[in-house]
């Protein structure tokens, strides 16, 4: 048995809360990335390695010492670094003839890989090469896919799946303006992904609502896909399942439409709109004679029924 799979009881406080960070929950953590360089990485995907790392930052961790490992014929290695450093993403960086500057990006599912896909970089311009000003820390980005292959295609869908998994960041509850601050923007057209970021700026523009202008960060990216490993359908179904606890419960009568209003049923009984209050008024108020005749048909009517 592995020395990771055994149940460890903790001796010490500090022990107890780092289990309890790992424990399974309802709403899980962020997801951390795990940056790997192969046993003959290259200046590029080495630099590419660490461009993505200050993107990630500080939900990253990058593994300076080469591991020779190949994902797509054994795993292991992987999955015992995925445990060690409780790690869910990774991107494994490689350069050989008959792969040259290879990338594989791939996640994990209760520390197993779910699926992974291999990535050629044709064209890379890094951060240092783009004198410009660069975002702080640990700012989330937006998330801009263009191109009919990310809807069309399966392998594609499953790319954008994953980039948007991999670069989203933490979940957060309100927005403000002034914190959209940079751009992640993937173009798939003629087989190829083209990888760029932008900083956001916001000018005057005279009225509420800033002028935006988007100027190039880096790094950039000219990609081609090459091997997948995707999961089956089944086991991406079961990894996308949302727990009961999460689910929200259904409130009868109560309906939404597809831009978020919400529609309520109330069941009443049958009203006699004879004896509605209405405003009163002298131009509304019966007249002697026709209260005597509303009078003289109510007794017909008991006359009747007696």
């Excluded at 630099?47 to 490992?69: E, S």
């Excluded at 699926?115 to 640990?138: A, R």
């Excluded at 509304?284 to 006359?303: F, G, V, W, Y």
Aim: net charge positive; hydrophobic share 35%.
């Amino acid at each position: 048995m592995d020395a990771l799979d055994r149940v460890v009881k903790p001796k010490t406080k500090r022990a107890k809360r780092f289990l309890e960070k790992r424990e399974p929950k309802l709403s899980e953590n962020v997801k951390n990335a795990m940056l790997i360089k192969g046993g003959n990485a290259n200046l590029t995907v080495t630099q590419v390695l660490r461009d993505v790392y200050a993107l990630k930052k500080p939900y990253g961790i990058l593994y300076k010492k080469k591991n020779i490992t190949r994902p797509f014929e054994d795993q292991t290695s992987l999955e015992f670094f995925s445990k060690k450093s409780d790690c869910s993403l990774f991107m494994f960086g490689s350069h050989n003839k008959k792969r040259p500057n290879n990338l594989v990006i791939g996640r994990m599912y209760d520390y197993h890989v779910l699926d992974m896909i291999e990535l050629g970089i044709e064209k890379f311009v890094s951060l240092k090469d783009i004198k410009n000003s660069k975002c702080p820390e640990g700012t989330k980005p937006m998330l801009i896919f263009a191109g009919n292959d990310f809807d069309v295609t399966e392998d594609y869908r499953r790319l954008k799946s994953l980039l948007t998994d991999f670069f989203r960041g933490p979940t957060v509850s309100n927005i403000r303006l002034a914190g959209l601050e940079y751009v992640l923007h993937f173009t798939a057209l003629n087989g190829k992904i083209y990888f760029r970021s932008y900083k956001l700026l916001l000018k005057k523009s005279g009225c509420r609502t800033p002028r935006i202008e988007l100027e190039e960060m880096g790094p950039s990216l000219d990609l081609v896909l090459r091997r997948t490993h995707l999961a089956s359908d089944d086991l991406y179904k079961l990894s996308m399942k949302m727990p009961k606890a999460l689910k929200p419960k259904k409130k009868k009568n109560i309906s939404h439409d597809t831009f978020g209003t919400t529609y309520g049923r109330i069941h009443m009984q049958k009203q006699d709109l004879s004896k509605l209050q209405t405003r009163k008024m002298k131009g509304l108020k019966k007249r002697p004679a026709e209260r005597i005749t509303e009078d003289q048909e109510k007794k017909s009517k008991r006359i009747k029924k007696n």
